[in-house]
Every structure is written in C-alpha cells, then in structure tokens.
C-alpha cells in the first residue's frame, strides 16, 4: 500500500512554494561538497556547525558568538565559485576537516549552493544532510517518515548529475526497503533510472561494495565534478566517493537552525 511521498527535487528552485512541510523529512544532498565537508566536521569532533546563508552573515554570526563568550572558538569554513572565502579560515574540501583542525570548535559554513538549499528546507519538520559518506545511516532514519522531499543542491541554479545519483540511491533503497511504500514524483523515478544504469545490479542494490574509485569514476564527470577538476580540487571527488564511512547523518530541527549529530 503507497500510504507514503517520496519527491525528489533537482534544484532548489524547483520546490513548490506551497509545498507541504508539517510531518514530512526534508533531505539536503551536495555530494561535491557541502553535506559531505559538513558530515566530515562533524565526524572529526566539531562542537557544532551552523549554515550561513551568505559570506556577510558568518562575519557577524562570528563577532556576536565572541562577544557573548570571548573564549570560544570559532572557524570560518565554505566556498564561492569553488574558492575559498577572503577572512575565511577554510575552504570546502572535506580532507581538511581534520580532528586537529576542528575538534571541539563552532563551525560557521557558507557555500554557494549547499546552504542556500538548507535554507529552503528549512520550514520541515528536521532536515537531513546527506552524502554518499553516510547513505545507509540516512536510509535507516527515513524509513521512519511516511513523506520524504528531496532537495538537490545543483551547481549555480543548474542540475547535476551527482546530487541525482545520490537522490536515486536514496530512491531505490527507500522504495525497496519500504516494500513500495512511497509514490515518487517524475523526479523521483528519473533519479532512481539514473541510479538504476550506473551499476550492476548487485552493487546498486548493496550486495557488492562500490569501490571508491568506481564511484568517482562517474563523479568526475559531472557538473560538479568537472568545476572541481578543472580548479585542481579533484581529491575532493574521491573523498566524497567513500560510501558509508559514516554511521551518522547530520540533521537541523524545526525552529533550530543548528546541525547537530
């Protein structure tokens, strides 16, 4: 019995302004590399990590956090173009994330597409960021929703491919795990095709391990993967290329704007 939603939107832009929220799951995925640097912070001991929609916004998120406590620590972290911020601390490549670098500290992260697709999802009941890092850690918490959006980061308001192929990943396992409890939107089923046609069968469904350079194979012909090549960040493919090195999804509650383990 379909009692459940599953859409897949593959740019931000593309989520109806009315679309319900109360009671569903809302998704943010930027495989290249938003979730996955996010994920990555996290994992190496950041204290807490909040999106900024704009550069500006960090600045003075930063100077109000050290007035209010003049002992914390507080990095700057995110990307325009792909570049690092000017005053930022650090860039968006997740291998620099390192529990040296930001263990117990307040993360304030901008990007030019992840958090501008956080922000639109920010009227659901929790938001989930999800990357290929830790994809069988975010199925397991949206079987418990009966009404999953999906939102797609893109590159500068354009499709791309990788964030898809996460979405249809996401797609398949949820339908095939739920017994076809979801009805997909043509979103959702172009996703799940795409999915469907980059691996055998076995290796799509989790029966056989995708090796990380299989993966990326694919990534760096994307979109995104093709901007990182060609500004020499092509390391960062393979970082996000690593499925399930995590057993956690970050996730931001409703009325908290937060990301927390």
Known sequence: MRDGILNVFALPERVPENAPTVGSAAVVIDVLRATTTITRALASGAKRVIPCLH?????????????????SSILLGGERCG????????????????????????????TTNGTRAIFRALDADIIYLVCFNNVSAAVRELLNYSRIEILCAGTEQKYTEEDMLLAGLLTERLTRLSGGRYALNTQAVAAKELWDTSFPLAKRIGKEPIHPEN???ILRNSRGGKNLMRID???DILEASRIDLFDFVPKIERGNQEIIV
């Open 215 to 217: 993966l990326a194979h």
């Open 55 to 71: 550069p500006e916004d960090a600045f003075q998120l930063r100077e109000a956090l050290q007035q209010q406590s003049p002992d």
């Open 83 to 110: 570049i690092l911020i000017e005053g930022f601390d650090l860039g968006n490549s997740p291998g620099i994330y390192t529990p040296e670098t930001v263990a117990g500290k307040t993360l304030l992260f901008s």
């Open 233 to 235: 960040l092509g390391k």
